[in-house]
Every structure is written in C-alpha cells, then in structure tokens.
C-alpha cells in the first residue's frame, strides 16, 4: 500500500489507480484508526494501518452498523455498503490479529463512491445518516 497526499476519487469505481470497484457495493474499504489501534492493544503489537490494505484510513470513526450511511471525506460521499471482514492474512501479520479485528467492524468498512472528486490528507471527516428523499 501507498500513502498518497491526494487521490482521485471516480464515481461508482473507487481511486485512481488502486484495485477495487469490481463490486458494485465494494469500491473502496475504509479501516479506522481508532479501531486499528483498539486490535493493536488486543495483540499487544504495533503494525503499520497499511498493513490493513485498505484504500482509506481514518482517525476516530466507529464503524460499528453504519451500513447505509454516508461517509463524507472532503467533498467526496461514500455510501457505507457494509463490514470489510479480515482475511486470514491479518494472522500471518501476527498471531491473534484476525480475532482482535472481528469485533465492532474493527477490520473496516467497505463503500460505494457516490461523486467524483479529490480528497487529500486533513480533509474533514464527517460519517452520518442517509438523507431521506
């Protein structure tokens, strides 16, 4: 995984130039910093987010049933589609890993891009309801 300033955002497909979008409801996964530390203190080990391998990271958002609400990061508008399960690869990163993140959607959350748009680092984070119309 790398780490990008800004990234372009391309609706319906997920970012420029990483792998995702093959589902429609699986565009991008987004891991929370809060919730990654929270595993890390389960384990008793430090690991880099990016060894999460999701396309997003974010600091204090709980995950937990957020299906169907939306995620604002800057201008762009994620809808929340449901949990990024972990994979058996978090336990060959370290032993207990995959456990420690099964908890309150600890692994993440995967989404669909709603608008295309660049987001870049420091841009606000805002996870809310899905306006009714």
Not at 39 to 45: K, L, M, T, V
Not at 52 to 61: F, G, P, W
Request: proline share 3%.
């Amino acid at each position: 995984m790398r780490s990008h300033e800004s990234i372009e955002c391309i609706f319906e497909k997920g970012l420029q130039g990483c792998a995702g979008g093959k589902s429609k409801h699986r565009q991008v996964t987004i891991l929370s910093l809060a919730a990654w530390n929270e595993a890390q203190e389960e384990i008793e080990q430090r690991l880099d987010p990016s060894s999460r391998r999701a396309n997003l990271l974010v600091d204090e958002l709980n995950f937990e049933d957020s299906k169907g609400k939306i995620l604002t990061i800057g201008d762009l508008e994620i809808e929340i589609t449901g949990e990024t399960k972990p994979c058996a690869y978090m336990d060959e990163l370290h032993e207990g890993l995959r456990a420690a993140m099964k908890p309150h959607w600890r692994g993440g959350a995967t989404g669909k891009v709603l608008n295309s748009c660049t987001i870049s680092i420091g841009d606000s984070v805002i996870l809310q309801e899905k306006p009714h119309k």
